[in-house]
């Protein structure tokens, strides 16, 4: 079965931090450029970050520059979203996709983030 599967979201204090990770199963990222979204209670979804395939390119939102990071270990079949100095309006829930283009592409099921004191 093809799948991305996020995990690490939770309860954070504002201030604090969080590393997601989106890891492969049943095919290999290798060749995928991800993307991280988010998608908050009553809003859109909206991209957060995202790597190219090699992780020689990454962009993120304004919103989080500085405060996120994203990396990725090609190794492990997996990408990272590590998440500093989070603020509550980080709260949503956190989904990766993969994308190559015509060839395929798959969004994870998700992992809820919550920061709040």
């Known amino acids: 079965q093809l799948q991305l599967v996020e995990s690490g979201g939770g309860l954070v204090q504002p201030g604090g931090s969080l590393r997601l990770s989106c890891a492969a199963s049943?095919?290999?990222?290798?060749?995928?450029?991800i993307g991280w979204f988010r998608q908050a209670p009553g809003k859109e979804r909206e991209g957060v970050s995202c790597?190219?395939?090699?992780?020689?390119?990454?962009n993120y939102a304004d919103s989080v520059k500085g405060r996120f990071t994203i990396s990725r270990d090609n190794a492990k079949n997996t990408v990272y979203l590590q998440m500093n100095s989070l603020k509550p309006e980080d709260t949503a829930v956190y989904y990766c996709?993969?994308?190559?283009?015509?060839?395929?592409?798959?969004w994870g099921q998700g992992t809820q983030v919550t920061v709040s004191s």
């Open positions: 049943g095919f290999t990222l290798d060749y995928y450029a």
């Open positions: 996709y993969a994308d190559w283009g015509t060839v395929g592409n798959y």
């Open positions: 790597i190219s395939s090699s992780g020689g390119s990454t």
